[in-house]
């Protein structure tokens, strides 16, 4: 908008007119549009200095831990789950999912793996995990990898009723290939 009314001059009325009053872009503040948070390549590929996005998603942002989303986002997390009280929490990988999914991304980097992934963590109430439940996968190697992955990850225990419980943590990711 500010470059319209800069530019204003160059036009003839009518088109300024409807130029400043049509809106062209969605505002990033506009509550009708989910942000988009990603994750970029750690190096950029071979003969490019372009860091590209290694995954995208909406709603909560990966690199913060459960206790620094604002309460839409814990409700966007708690939404996941049956029935969550208002003192229950669920499990959440300690630092945020960003190390997560930033390894699934290595993974599949390696192995070309395409389809929906989705497995379920048992998180014991101390933050353990210890197991994985494989609900979907599209590779046997990267649900190997992937239940590794999310195995040595450290998670903040769920919460019932205000007291450490142990519950399910489902992780689930689409792997594409780009061209």
């Given at each position: 908008m500010v470059y319209a009314l800069q530019m204003r001059h160059l036009l003839t009325?009518?088109?300024?007119?409807?130029?400043?009053?049509?809106?062209?872009?969605?505002?990033?503040?506009?509550?009708?549009?989910?942000?988009r948070y990603t994750i970029k390549q750690d190096r950029p590929d071979t003969g490019?200095?372009?860091?590209?996005?290694?995954v995208t998603g909406?709603?909560?942002?990966?690199?913060?831990?459960?206790?620094?989303?604002?309460?839409?986002q814990q409700a966007i997390v708690k939404s996941q789950y049956e029935a969550m009280g208002t003192n229950d929490e669920p499990p959440y990988p300690l630092k945020g999912p960003q190390s997560l999914y930033k390894a699934m991304a290595a993974g599949q980097d390696h192995l070309r793996a395409r389809g929906h992934l989705s497995l379920l963590v048992d998180v014991d109430s101390?933050?353990?995990?210890?197991?994985?439940?494989?609900?979907?996968?599209?590779?046997?190697?990267?649900?190997?990898?992937?239940?590794?992955?999310?195995?040595?990850?450290?998670?903040k225990p769920a919460?019932?009723?205000?007291?450490p419980c142990a519950m399910q943590?489902?992780?689930?990711?689409?792997?594409?290939m780009r061209d």
């Open positions: 009325p009518l088109a300024a007119a409807l130029l400043l009053s049509t809106p062209w872009i969605a505002c990033a503040a506009d509550p009708a549009t989910p942000p490019s200095h372009i860091l590209r996005d290694v909406s709603h909560v942002p990966f690199d913060k831990p459960y206790g620094e989303l604002s309460p839409q101390r933050g353990e995990a210890q197991s994985v439940s494989v609900l979907v996968s599209p590779d046997p190697l990267l649900t190997k990898y992937a239940a590794g992955v999310l195995m040595n990850a450290k998670y919460r019932c009723d205000g007291a943590y489902p992780f689930r990711i689409n792997f594409t």
